[in-house]
């Protein structure tokens, strides 16, 4: 953001209002979901949030600040996510924009492509001796 050239102030308060959007659109469309805001050493570090079904935890959004990635956060909490599911039997499903960074920690934790998309890949992590994936191999999404 600091290459727009905008000052700190503005940009803050567009940072401030995507998150408010992103966080009404999640609250509208994922009406189970948790929201987890994620402090580390005192300060805010991202966000997560999980929605849990009967057939598959997804995850709606993990977002974490530039300055706390890369140092083992996303793939604990990643990990987190995954032992629940697992204790529950359950695959964890996401949605990962493409070209993101993150499409590497997901592959390294054991999600799966399962469907392309224009703007995002559908991966799906599935415990072992847990269910079979709901998705029938790799498909193409819109979106």
């Not at 503005?10 to 994620?38: C, D, G, P, T, W």
Request: net charge positive; glycine share 10%.
């Amino acid at each position: 953001m600091r290459r727009t050239g905008w000052p700190e102030a503005a940009i803050r308060q567009f940072l401030e209002m995507q998150f408010s959007l992103q966080h009404r659109h999640y609250v509208r469309h994922f009406k189970e979901a948790s929201f987890y805001k994620i402090l580390c050493r005192q300060r805010e570090a991202g966000r997560l949030y999980v929605q849990r079904g009967a057939r598959e935890l997804h995850i709606v959004d993990l977002a974490l600040l530039p300055e706390f990635r890369n140092q083992g956060i996303g793939t604990a909490l990643m990990r987190a996510v995954t032992d629940e599911a697992s204790r529950a039997g359950l695959p964890v499903t996401l949605h990962v924009e493409n070209g993101s960074p993150a499409y590497r920690l997901y592959r390294r934790l054991g999600f799966e492509l399962v469907a392309r998309g224009d703007t995002h890949h559908a991966m799906q992590w599935t415990p072992a001796g847990g269910p079979v994936s709901h998705h029938s191999g790799e498909r193409r999404i819109e979106g």
